[in-house]
């Protein structure tokens, strides 16, 4: 049986960031679900059962429309408050694609360039960083094909936890502490996972634009997408159970951790991933992925799309820019997936462009993966007839 080349991008809530990526997510094979009225809620509560994952929600999209979603579960371990579908999901390294995508759209307003290197777009930068990396360039940045570190050290990255100084200018420090030190590998070379690069890449953006990310994912995804629901850190107001909290592992059992700072990674990691969003607001995104990668031009052109949708190197994975490629899994489609946890929540989503059709799946818990992924597997099965390897 074949697998699902999904990456598993983990981010770290103790600011210790895992950066890692699943070799093979693999498919579990359960039964398609079989929805009623095409809704999950009573499907999904099964796939909890015998778990200690709090609360799952899921979406099945398929020739333009979704066909299928729902949520089960409570928001909070132990707590009796039911999850609804319009609830808000951390998303994690899954927000990779979306910093990939806003970064093409300034490709074509002719802010930046796939090629530019990082003297070029951080040129207050260029004198001090290492040599290794003058030759690195955006393009490598957002593949993971630069020779980038996948975190800062602990201490630094809890310094920018508590700090107050404007992001973008965490993010020019951020940027001079990871550039000061040679590259793991030459630029180019090899495929490590980094969620600093994306932090860097981010950085070059700002600097083009004088925004701050925050303010240009807004403008240049948010917005044009009709979505309203996103936001950064985790979801939800401190003192409420108004949307699912994440929960940490606690020597085997979920403990909810309250909507602060503390419960998610720093904010000058951003573009790598702390975002929250609903999930049908996520399918928003997903749908205009699922349409570039049919060669629909409507949102970005259609060179921007091959860009985003081909993998730079192909090991250890087909990374393209914030998306795995797959080629097996899904006979007659590709699968262009992803997953994203910062311990406390997980997350996957795959497109598949020939089938015309896309899965997301979010479970309040890291260690959750299990149910997140039986859920987004029997949902696969379901849009492409059952018929993955």
Not at 229 to 247: C, H, M, T, V, Y
């Given at each position: ?11 770290s ?21 079989r ?62 694609a ?38 690195a ?10 020779g ?35 590259p ?8 490590l996972?980094s ?7 981010a ?15 807004q403008?240049?995804v948010?917005?044009?997408?009709a979505?309203?629901?996103a ?21 085997g ?22 975002l ?6 996520w ?7 699922l349409k ?6 409507g ?9 985003i ?7 250890p ?53 299990p ?19």
């Amino acid at each position: 049986m074949g697998r699902a080349c999904v990456a598993r991008a983990v981010l770290s809530r103790r600011s210790v960031l895992a950066g890692a990526m699943a070799a093979a997510a693999g498919f579990l094979t359960p039964a398609p679900i079989r929805a009623a009225a095409g809704d999950l809620s009573a499907s999904l509560l099964e796939i909890l059962k015998g778990s200690k994952t709090p609360a799952i929600a899921a979406l099945a999209w398929k020739d333009g429309t979704v066909v299928a979603e729902g949520a089960a579960g409570v928001r909070a371990a132990g707590g009796a408050v039911p999850v609804t579908p319009g609830d808000l999901w951390h998303i994690g390294s899954n927000a990779k694609a979306m910093t990939a995508v806003l970064i093409a759209r300034l490709i074509e307003k002719g802010r930046l360039r796939f090629d530019m290197t990082l003297g070029e777009g951080l040129p207050m930068l260029a004198a001090e960083m290492n040599q290794g990396y003058a030759g690195a360039r955006l393009l490598q940045l957002l593949s993971h094909t630069a020779g980038v570190p996948a975190n800062l050290d602990a201490a630094s990255l809890e310094s920018f936890r508590i700090s107050m100084v404007p992001l973008d200018e965490q993010r020019i420090e951020f940027a001079r502490l990871v550039l000061g030190a040679a590259p793991l590998s030459a630029p180019g070379e090899k495929q490590l996972y980094s969620n600093s690069a994306y932090v860097l890449a981010a950085a070059m953006a700002e600097q083009a634009t004088g925004l701050p990310f925050e303010e240009l994912i807004q403008r240049e995804v948010f917005d044009p997408l009709a979505i309203t629901s996103a936001g950064f850190g985790a979801p939800g107001r401190e003192g409420a159970i108004d949307q699912p909290l994440g929960n940490a592992n606690l020597n085997g059992e979920p403990v909810p951790q309250a909507p602060t700072l503390a419960a998610d990674n720093a904010r000058v990691l951003a573009p790598a991933g702390t975002l929250h969003l609903s999930l049908r607001d996520w399918a928003k995104f997903a749908a205009v992925s699922l349409k570039g990668a049919r060669g629909d031009t409507g949102y970005l052109s259609a060179q921007s799309w091959k860009t985003i949708f081909t993998p730079v190197l192909s090991e250890p994975q087909p990374y393209a820019l914030g998306w795995i490629i797959d080629m097996q899994t899904v006979p007659g489609s590709r699968l262009i997936a992803h997953e994203g946890s910062n311990t406390l929540w997980h997350a996957m989503i795959g497109l598949l462009p020939e089938a015309k059709a896309f899965v997301l799946a979010a479970v309040n818990f890291g260690e959750g993966r299990p149910q997140a992924l039986a859920a987004f597997n029997a949902l696969m099965g379901d849009v492409t007839g059952g018929t993955q390897r």
